[in-house]
């Protein structure tokens, strides 16, 4: 366990942008502006690290204690990936020389193996990680999503967070990079938008969409990329112009195309990168649901239970000889692998294409 008194650079943003736990944004809702108080630190504040391991599972815990009241409470935790078995706060940034007073806050973390982990406390998420999206054209690059509201892009080869984005108000469940232009992220949130930010330029107002619940699953249309996908809460699927921004976001903005495809949220989503227009749906309602889109007019081809439970992820295999075997995995902790071609109606709805 250690402990640190410099709380002033603990943060979870990029340096130069605006500490939220020391300043609470402008424009907050009342309840919003609780919630963002109860995460807020003082510089008055104490902070100490502990290392606990519960059901074998290990955390890092940050915990500040309130002097004047004589509280101490759990602000945070980082899940760590081994036993810990001793702790050394740094301030020095690591990778910089120790002589030109930069300020940081890292960990190093002593297990059971002999190397040592090194954790930046100033970078990482601070609530759950929703999404990830490997960048395919960048491939050092990989944007995290989180309940911190946040969008991190990360450097693979440096491990390090490039920058922190704060684009969404709400927890952000949902990434994908375009598959052309290697530098615009689509991200979506439970602050019910739908934002494609190019990364290069963090400041620039991006494109917004507002749907009518929280955000499930976002895709780009990887058969005509000025197109995207964003699928819901309420089991609303839509279609989207991606250069037809709408001006206002006072009401749910205006789609090529939108299906009702199921009664609860659709969970899984993907596009079959094979066959134009065929399109696969799941559900908390444990279905599977086929669909053609032809001349802009979704129908529904099939749908069948497959048995793994309320449905969490659906994917279509990538290359051209599996592009029909779709793999579901659901709250049984199952996965099953479908191949549609077996069933009559696809072959009959996809024959020709």
């Known amino acids: 366990m250690a402990m640190f008194g410099n ?75 081994a036993v810990p078995l001793c702790l ?9 020389d120790a002589d030109k007073r930069q300020q940081g806050n890292f960990v190093a973390v002593g297990t059971m ?10 970078v990482y998420h601070v609530d759950a990680v929703l999404a990830l999206a490997a960048n395919r054209q960048h491939r050092n690059l990989l944007a995290s999503a989180s309940a911190d509201k946040t969008v991190k892009l990360w450097d ?26 290697g530098t615009v992220l689509l991200s979506g949130s439970y602050d019910r938008t739908v934002v ?12 917004r969409w507002r749907v009518d619940a929280d955000v499930e699953r976002v895709r780009w249309d990887s058969h005509d990329p000025n197109f995207f996908y964003v699928t819901t809460e309420s089991g609303l699927v839509y279609y989207f112009d991606a250069r037809k921004a709408p001006k206002s976001l006072d009401k749910t903005s205006k789609p090529v195309w939108m299906l009702q495809a199921h009664d609860g949220p659709v969970s899984a989503f993907d596009i079959n990168p094979a066959v134009q227009g065929f399109l ?74």
């Open 280 to 353: 696969a749906t799941g559900s908390e309602d444990k279905t599977i649901k086929l669909w053609s889109v032809q001349d802009n007019k979704p129908s529904m081809v099939v749908g069948r239970k497959l048995e793994v439970g309320r449905i969490f992820a659906a994917n279509f295999g990538p290359d051209a000889e599996v592009a029909f075997r779709l793999s579901v995995a659901g709250s049984r902790g199952q996965v099953q692998v479908w191949d549609t071609s077996t069933n009559s109606a696809v072959r009959s709805a996809f024959a020709g294409r």
């Open 7 to 81: 709380v002033r650079a603990l943060a979870y943003h990029a340096p130069g942008e605006e500490d939220p736990y020391l300043v609470l944004p402008a424009g907050e809702n009342e309840s919003d502006a609780d919630e963002r108080e109860e995460l807020q630190i003082l510089p008055t504040d104490n902070l100490i690290l502990a290392a606990k391991v519960e059901d074998e599972v290990a955390h890092l815990e940050v915990m500040v204690y309130e002097d004047d009241a004589d509280n101490l409470y759990v602000h945070h935790d980082i899940m760590l990936p």
């Open 88 to 96: 050394e706060w740094i301030d020095v940034p690591v990778g910089s």
């Open 113 to 122: 193996s002999p190397e040592i982990e090194l954790w930046d406390l100033d």
């Open 196 to 207: 494609a930010t190019d990364m290069r330029a963090p400041d620039a107002v991006a494109p």
């Open 156 to 181: 693979l080869k440096t491990c390090q967070c490039a920058k922190s984005y704060t684009m969404h108000t709400d927890k952000v469940c949902a990434l994908d990079w375009h598959p052309t232009e």
